[in-house]
Structures are given as structure tokens and as C-alpha cells.
């Protein structure tokens, strides 16, 4: 069974910066895409960002492009969200997903794309 473990988050001003790491435990595929999603209390789970398996492509949602950046180190096994210029509204659990089938291949925005998920690390701003 695959689990993705995710790491680096905590609680940081307005205006600050943090990184988040995630890597699978377990059974991994040849080959995945990678999302990063976001759920604050109350909302919906939010795409934030997602890397293909070469990490050449990336997307990104509206309210952090600019500011987010994702990437992967496949020598490593590791994925990583530089968050920068955060704000009180970035505010939630942050989770990473691993995608195996072409929805997520295309860097799907769904989380329903995504196949095997983390148990999240919170992320806070304060104003």
C-alpha cells in the first residue's frame, strides 16, 4: 500500500515563507505525477499545484500562481511546494497526492484524479 508522507509545515507571519516536502512510503510506480491540495475548515479541497513525472511540467491554481512553486527530485524520491509570500488566506491542511492514470498525467486539477494521498501538514498564517 502506498502512502505519501508530507512534511515542513507550521506557523509563519504574513508575508513569510515555508517548504513543504512529500515523499511515498511503501510500493511506489515507476513513474507519477504529484499534486499538492489544500482544505480549510469549512471549504472544499483546493488544487494547489501539480508537477509531471520529469518535472519539466507544472500548473498551478489561480490563487498562488506567482508565489507557489513546485518541483521534484526523482533521485530522491521527493517533491517539494515553496510557498512564498504567504497570507492568512493560504491557511489549511496541506496535502500531496500521487496520480498514476492520464487525468493526473495531465496534471488534472480534481482531486478525484489522484490516486493514493498523504494525511496532510497544517499550515498557518498569521496576520
Known amino acids: 500500500q502506498v502512502r505519501m508522507v508530507e512534511s515542513g509545515g507550521g506557523l509563519v507571519q504574513a508575508g513569510g515563507s515555508l517548504t513543504l516536502s512529500c515523499a511515498p512510503s511503501g510500493r511506489t510506480a515507476s513513474s507519477y505525477a504529484t499534486g499538492w491540495f489544500r482544505q480549510a475548515p469549512g471549504k472544499e479541497r483546493e488544487f494547489v499545484a501539480a508537477v509531471g513525472w520529469s518535472g519539466s511540467s507544472t500548473k498551478y491554481g489561480d490563487s498562488v500562481k506567482g508565489r507557489f512553486t513546485i518541483s521534484r527530485d526523482n533521485d530522491r524520491n521527493m517533491v517539494y511546494l515553496q510557498m512564498n509570500s504567504l497570507k492568512p488566506e493560504d491557511t489549511a491542511l496541506y496535502y500531496c497526492?500521487?496520480?498514476?492514470?492520464?487525468?493526473?498525467?495531465?496534471?488534472?486539477?480534481?482531486?478525484?484524479?489522484?490516486?493514493?494521498w498523504g494525511r496532510g501538514t497544517q499550515v498557518t498564517v498569521s496576520s
Open positions: 497526492a500521487m496520480g498514476l492514470g492520464s487525468a493526473a498525467a495531465g496534471l488534472g486539477v480534481k482531486w478525484y484524479e489522484y490516486d493514493y
